[in-house]
C-alpha cells in the first residue's frame, strides 16, 4: 500500500470510531507494523490533521475535522461499481436508474488515475435474472417506508390463504429472486416477512406509526438480534 493512501486509511479507521484507536488495532487493520503507525500519526497530526491521543492509550479524530467526501480509494470504487451492478440489475426502474447515474456521477468527478478502476474494475457482479413483475409498484413501497406511512395490503401466503393486513414497514429487503417488506403487523402484533410477488394489491395510508422517526427500524434492529440469539442458544 502505498503511504498516501496508507494515511488516508487511516484517517478513515478514526472517522468511523467514536472511541480512542489503538496503534496495535491500526496496524492490525492496514497489514503494517505499530512503527510504521506511530511515524505515520506522527506525519498526519504534522500536517495539522486533528487527532488527540498519544501511544498506548490510542487516537481519536477530533469530530470537527472535514475530509472531501470523494477522497475514494481504488478498493471502495470498486465495492461502489459492484454494488451498483447489482442494484441496477435487481432493483425496480427508478432504483436501476439511480445506481446507473450514481457510478456516472463518481466517474466525472474523481482524478484521471482512478477512473480506470470505474471503467474497467476488477470485480463484476453476475446479470440478475429476469425479475417477475410485481402486482405492487415498489418505488411507492420505499416512499411509505421514508415517509413512515402504514400500507393496507391484501396478501396471499405461500399455502394460498388470503388475508388483509395493515402494516409499518421498515425496509425493502432483497435477495438474488425475490424482494420481500419487512414490517409490523396490526394483525399478528409482531414483525412478519411479505414477499412482494405474493401482494395480491398494496395501497398506501394516509396514516402513519405514529412514532418518532428511527423509533420503528430501532425496534425491528432490536428484535432482529433477539431472534439471532435465540437461534444461537437453540443450536
Not at 506522527?42 to 475530509?67: K, S, T, W
Not at 422517526?213 to 442458544?233: F, I, M, N, Y
Request: hydrophobic residues 40%; proline residues 5%; aromatic residues 6%.
Amino acid at each position: 500500500m502505498r503511504r498516501a493512501d496508507r494515511l488516508f486509511q487511516i484517517i478513515q479507521i478514526l472517522r468511523r470510531s467514536t472511541r480512542p484507536v489503538t496503534a496495535a488495532a491500526l496496524a492490525e487493520e492496514i497489514e503494517v507494523s505499530k512503527r510504521t503507525v506511530y511515524r505515520d500519526m506522527a506525519d498526519l497530526i504534522g500536517q495539522r490533521v486533528p487527532i488527540v491521543g498519544e501511544a498506548g492509550l490510542g487516537y481519536l479524530l477530533a469530530p470537527e475535522y472535514d475530509m472531501p467526501p470523494l477522497m475514494l480509494t481504488p478498493d471502495e470504487l470498486e465495492a461502489v461499481v459492484l454494488g451498483s451492478q447489482w442494484v441496477a440489475a435487481r432493483g425496480d426502474r427508478v432504483l436501476s436508474g439511480a445506481a446507473s447515474d450514481v457510478v456516472a456521477k463518481i466517474a466525472a468527478v474523481v482524478p484521471e488515475r482512478l477512473r480506470q478502476f470505474i471503467v474497467a474494475p476488477s470485480v463484476g457482479a453476475k446479470p440478475g435474472r429476469t425479475a417477475t413483475l410485481d402486482p405492487v409498484d415498489t418505488t411507492e413501497l420505499r416512499m411509505a417506508i421514508r415517509e413512515g406511512r402504514k400500507l393496507h395490503l391484501h396478501y396471499r401466503s405461500e399455502t394460498g390463504e388470503e388475508t388483509d393486513r395493515i402494516v409499518w414497514p421498515v425496509i425493502l429487503g432483497y435477495d438474488e429472486a425475490t424482494r420481500l417488506i419487512v414490517a409490523w403487523c396490526e394483525l399478528r402484533q409482531g414483525f412478519r416477512h411479505f414477499r412482494t410477488d405474493r401482494i395480491m394489491q398494496a395501497t398506501v395510508l394516509a396514516d402513519t406509526n405514529g412514532l418518532r422517526k428511527g423509533e420503528l427500524r430501532r425496534r425491528w434492529e432490536l428484535w432482529r438480534e433477539e431472534q439471532r440469539r435465540d437461534r444461537v442458544h437453540h443450536d
